[in-house]
């Protein structure tokens, strides 16, 4: 069977037997992979295992395994680690919205589908998540994640009537209908919720900004008081769609709202 390498993140990972993992890889130039490592928490006698010890979750690595889109499960056969992102597992927030991007990788892109510009919008923010800013970089790879994966909630026009929704002072959001809905509409639409229009507007105004290297340049500083709302919004429209909770979502919103 062909080898092919490619560099990649760990989405996912379930111990297989004592000394093997299965892996959920993001490959940049393969997409979704599922990847056994046999010996993975095997040692040998010089105290090192095949694959450095281990694969640990969101490890960026260039990895070697074997390419056969027909198989559900590749044979991983080399695990080079690039970065194991040792600054993010201090910060827990961070590592909070580092994991739970990568179960949303996980659930939207198809297997063997390449996204190779997300990929790289992965890898960036992973960094970014480490640092002060943290909520407005996972905001900013969410918004082009949904976007690209075709999962974004409509946020201009009222799903109900096709009118522009954010001109009217107040806005609600339905997650069955995947959109904003406007005052005038409001009666038809039973799943709505209230939204703040200044969040719609401002995720207007990100969605608009300027980008380089594929990345949206002059983010501004977020808070969770503006992230969780938004990021609880864009979850229960991805619930909606796919049918199945988000198993991490509750260790991203603060524990008052859900
Ligand atoms: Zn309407």
Redesign the pocket.
């Known amino acids: 069977m062909p080898l092919v390498s490619d560099r990649c993140v760990c989405l996912r990972k379930v111990a297989y037997s004592e000394t093997s993992q299965i892996l959920l890889l993001f490959a940049r130039n393969h997409g979704l992979v599922r990847v056994i490592a046999k010996g993975a928490h095997r040692t040998t006698k010089a105290g090192a295992s095949k694959f450095g010890g281990g694969i640990d979750l969101l490890d960026l690595a260039d990895a070697v395994f074997t390419h056969d889109p027909e198989r559900e499960l590749s044979t991983l056969t080399e695990w080079s680690l690039r970065d194991g992102h040792l600054e993010l597992r201090n910060h827990l927030r961070g590592m909070y919205l580092a994991q739970y991007a990568a179960e949303l990788v996980g659930l939207l892109i198809e297997e063997h589908d390449p996204h190779p510009d997300l990929f790289d919008r992965l890898e960036f923010t992973i960094k970014e998540l480490a640092t002060a800013r943290a909520e407005e970089a996972f905001l900013a790879f969410e918004l082009d994640l949904l976007r690209e994966t075709g999962y974004l909630a409509e946020l201009v026009q ?6 522009e ?1 954010a001109t009217s002072e107040a806005t609600y959001f339905s997650p069955g209908r995947g959109g904003v ?5 409001e009666g038809v639409v039973h799943d709505r919720m209230g939204i703040d229009l200044r969040l719609v507007r401002l995720v207007q105004g990100i969605m608009k900004l300027p980008r380089a290297n594929g990345t949206a340049q002059r983010l501004p500083r977020l808070t969770r008081h503006q992230t969780d709302p938004l990021n609880r919004l864009f979850a229960d429209h991805v619930e909606h769609t796919l049918g199945r909770r988000l198993r991490l979502l509750r260790y991203v919103l603060a524990s008052d709202s859900g």
């Open positions: 009222c799903v109900a009537c096709g009118r929704a809905v406007c005052r005038n509409c």
